[in-house]
C-alpha cells in the first residue's frame, strides 16, 4: 500500500511474469500496467469504449512516478530483455511481398517467437508510432520489435489507442492507421447494438436472428418491460446494464420489479438461466474479430480466444442473485474472488480462464460437434456487423477521406446455454488486451503481432499519386449497386482499374491472414447479401469474384498478376479494354443520371490512394 503525494491511499500488486516483464495492478481503479524494458508503464484499455475520467489517469501516471525508485533494482535485467522475445528466435524479412508486382509491400510484425532480420535504412524515418496513454504493453512491445519508435508529432503511421471524434477522422493522411472506425459506437453501445439488430429481427424472419436475449431500453420501453415482468413465468430472471460500461460494472440480477429504476438510462435483458456448466461454473468466450474496412466489408475471426469462468458454482435460486462471482463472468469481477486461479497455460484446461481451444477439446471429448458451435457463431458476429453497416458506413463516407486509415478489432462476448446454443452478450471496441500472467502474453502477443501485419502498414511514398474515380467507374458503381444482387455475375466482365485495386488488396490482405479466418467475402457468404440494408458495390464484386471461378481458383490471381503487370491498378487513363458500357436496358445517360442525383459517392470513393493498394 502506498500513499501518493495528494494523500490518496493506493493498493497494488505486483507480479513478475518473466522476461524482464512486470505488471502492476491498482485495486482501486482497476486498472493494470505492464512494466518492459524501457522501464516506464502503460495502461491498458478496457474492455469496451467508455467515458474514460482523465484526472484518474493523471492520478495513476503520478502514483508509477513514485515507482521508479522500485524498478531501478530490476534495471539491469529489464534493459537487456525484450518483454515478449524468447532466445531462440526466427528472423523474418522487414517486408511482406505483394503477391503481384508494381504493388508495394507492407510491414511484418514479429511475433514472440520472431526477429526481424534486417532493417532498411531508407526506412527508419518514417517508423514512427503515435504515442498514447493506453496503448496496451502487448502492442507496444510488438511495434517495438518491428522497428517503430513512439512519437507525439503528426508524422506517424500507426496508433493504437481510444476512439476519437467522428470529424478528427479526417486529419487522417492516405499512410496513417487508427485503430477504430468512426461510428463503431453503434456496435459498443448495448443500446444501439439492440435496435440495429431489432431493425434486422422486424424485416426478416425472426429466427435469422435469434440470437440476442430479449431486450428492453429504459426508460422508452419502461411499460412494456413491466408488461413482459407481469405475464412471465415467476422463475424467469432479468439482467440490467448500463448502456456504455466495461468489466462488469453496474451489471445487476433484478430480484424484484421496484429495484428497476425508472428514470435511468439502461437496459434490461431476460437473463439466460440455462447457461452450459463447466465444473458446475458459468463461462464464457471472449472471440476476436477483425474488420479491415467496411466497405467492402471485409471481416476476419481469430481461430483462438478466451473462455472466462465464474469463480463460484452456479445456482438458480433466488438467494444466489446478488452473488457476482457466481452469476458473472468478467475477469475484472471474478479476479477479487479468493478463489480465483490464475491461469499460467490456458492450454491445459485449468484455473479460470482458458484458451478457445481448449474449451473445444474439452467438449469434443464429450461427443459436442464444436465445428457446429464455431459455425453458429460465425454467423452471429457477421449478422451482428451487417446491422450497423447503414450507420458506420454513413459515418465512414461523412468523415474519413481514406478508407485505409481505419481497422478494428472487437471483442464479441458469446455465451453458451445447455443446449449448446450460442447467444450474444454485448460487443466491445476495446477488447483488453492486457497481459496479467503468461497466458496473456502468450495468446494475446501473437493476437497482436498477427493483426498489425493483416492490417497492411505502409512506408509513405510520395511518388504515388492519388486518383478519382472516372466517371466510367462511378457509372458502373451505381448500375450494379441499384441491380442490387441481380446480374452479378457482368460484373465481372470488364474489370476498371479501381475494380483491380480493390481485388489486389482483398487478395494481398488474405495471404496476410495467418491466424485468423476470414469469414466476408468468401465462396459461402453470399446467402448474408439480402440482410444488408444498402447493396454496396465493392460486396457484389467481391461476392461475384469469390462465387466465380476466379475467386475458387489460382486463374483469379494470375489475371490480376497480368493486370498489375501492366500496371492496370495505377493508371489514369485506362484503355477501352477496362472501361466499362452498360447493358442494352439502359443508356450511359440514364446511368450517369442515376450517379448525379441519388448515389452520392462517399469521400474515399472520391480520391484513392495508390501508396495504400
Not at 495468446?443 to 498489425?452: E, F, G, I, T
Not at 446467402?527 to 475458387?552: C, D, E, I, M
Amino acid at each position: 500500500m502506498f500513499r501518493s503525494e495528494d494523500d490518496c491511499i493506493f493498493e497494488i500488486e505486483c507480479h513478475r511474469l518473466g522476461n524482464g516483464l512486470f505488471t502492476l495492478f491498482d485495486a482501486n481503479y482497476e486498472m493494470d500496467c505492464v512494466l518492459g524494458e524501457s522501464s516506464t508503464c502503460t495502461l491498458n484499455e478496457n474492455e469496451n469504449e467508455i467515458e474514460s475520467c482523465q484526472t484518474e489517469f493523471d492520478e495513476f501516471d503520478n502514483l508509477i512516478k513514485q515507482f521508479e525508485s522500485i524498478l531501478e533494482m530490476s534495471s539491469e535485467s529489464i534493459q537487456h530483455s525484450s518483454p515478449h522475445q524468447s532466445t531462440d528466435q526466427t528472423p523474418i524479412p522487414f517486408y511482406n511481398p505483394s503477391l503481384f508486382p508494381n504493388t508495394p509491400p507492407t510491414i511484418n510484425f514479429p511475433r514472440p517467437d520472431q526477429k526481424i532480420e534486417f532493417f532498411p535504412r531508407e526506412v527508419q524515418p518514417f517508423l514512427f508510432w503515435k504515442h498514447s496513454a493506453i496503448t496496451p504493453n502487448i502492442v507496444k512491445s510488438c511495434v517495438r520489435d518491428a522497428g517503430f519508435r513512439t512519437t507525439s508529432g503528426d508524422n506517424w503511421i500507426g496508433y493504437f489507442g481510444k476512439h476519437m471524434k467522428a470529424n478528427c477522422f479526417k486529419t487522417l493522411s492516405p499512410s496513417q492507421k487508427f485503430n477504430h472506425f468512426p461510428g463503431s459506437f453503434q456496435l459498443g453501445r448495448k443500446d444501439n447494438l439492440y435496435r440495429n439488430i431489432n431493425k434486422l429481427q422486424l424485416k426478416h424472419p425472426r429466427h435469422e436472428f435469434n440470437f440476442l436475449p430479449q431486450t428492453f431500453i429504459l426508460p422508452a420501453d419502461y411499460e412494456a418491460f413491466k408488461h413482459s415482468w407481469d405475464t412471465q413465468k415467476a422463475d424467469t430472471r432479468w439482467i440490467q446494464k448500463p448502456l456504455a460500461s466495461a468489466r462488469g460494472i453496474g451489471v445487476e440480477l433484478v430480484q424484484n420489479f421496484s429495484d428497476i429504476p425508472r428514470d435511468k438510462s439502461l437496459i434490461v435483458q431476460r437473463y439466460i438461466s440455462n447457461p452450459l456448466l463447466v465444473n458446475e461454473s458459468k463461462c464464457d468466450l471472449r472471440i476476436y474479430v477483425y474488420v479491415t474496412s467496411f466497405d467492402p466489408l471485409r471481416v476476419y475471426i481469430y481461430k483462438d480466444g478466451v473462455v472466462r469462468f465464474a469463480t463460484e458454482k452456479y445456482s438458480n435460486s433466488e438467494e444466489s442473485l446478488s452473488n457476482r462471482f457466481m452469476h458473472l463472468t468478467n475477469y475484472s469481477v471474478n479476479k477479487m474472488n479468493p478463489n480465483f486461479s490464475l491461469t499460467t497455460d490456458g492450454n491445459q484446461a485449468e484455473g479460470h480462464k482458458w484458451t478457445l481451444h481448449a474449451f473445444w477439446r474439452i467438449l469434443r471429448e464429450k461427443g459436442i460437434d464444436t465445428d457446429r458451435i464455431w459455425e453458429e457463431i460465425k454467423s452471429i458476429v457477421l449478422k451482428t456487423i451487417i446491422s450497423a453497416d447503414s450507420c458506420i458506413n454513413t459515418c465512414i463516407n461523412s468523415n474519413l477521406k481514406f478508407r485505409e486509415c481505419a481497422h478494428e478489432l472487437f471483442g464479441f462476448d458469446i455465451m453458451l446455454d445447455a443446449d449448446y446454443k450460442p447467444w450474444l452478450l454485448e460487443v466491445n471496441i476495446s477488447p483488453s488486451l492486457h497481459s496479467v500472467s503468461e497466458f496473456d502474453v502468450s495468446l494475446k502477443s501473437q493476437l497482436v503481432a498477427n493483426l498489425l501485419t493483416l492490417a497492411g502498414y505502409r512506408i509513405p511514398n510520395s511518388s504515388l499519386c492519388q486518383l478519382n474515380l472516372t466517371a466510367n467507374e462511378r457509372s458502373k458503381h451505381a448500375y450494379f449497386a441499384r441491380k442490387g444482387t441481380q446480374h452479378t455475375s457482368k460484373i465481372l466482365s470488364i474489370l476498371t482499374p479501381d475494380d483491380t485495386r480493390v481485388l489486389i488488396e482483398t487478395e494481398d490482405e488474405f495471404n496476410r491472414a495467418g491466424n485468423f479466418e476470414r469469414i466476408f467475402p468468401n465462396e459461402t457468404t453470399e446467402k448474408y447479401l439480402h440482410f444488408f440494408p444498402t447493396q454496396r458495390y465493392y460486396n457484389l464484386l467481391l461476392n461475384a469474384w469469390y462465387t466465380s471461378v476466379y475467386g475458387k481458383t489460382n486463374k483469379g490471381i494470375s489475371l490480376l498478376k497480368s493486370l498489375a503487370e501492366s500496371n492496370t491498378h495505377t493508371t489514369r487513363n485506362p484503355p477501352k479494354s477496362h472501361e466499362w458500357t452498360p447493358t442494352n436496358s439502359w443508356s450511359l445517360t440514364q446511368v450517369k443520371r442515376i450517379t448525379a442525383k441519388k448515389c452520392k459517392m462517399p469521400l474515399f470513393h472520391q480520391k484513392r490512394s495508390l501508396s495504400n493498394i
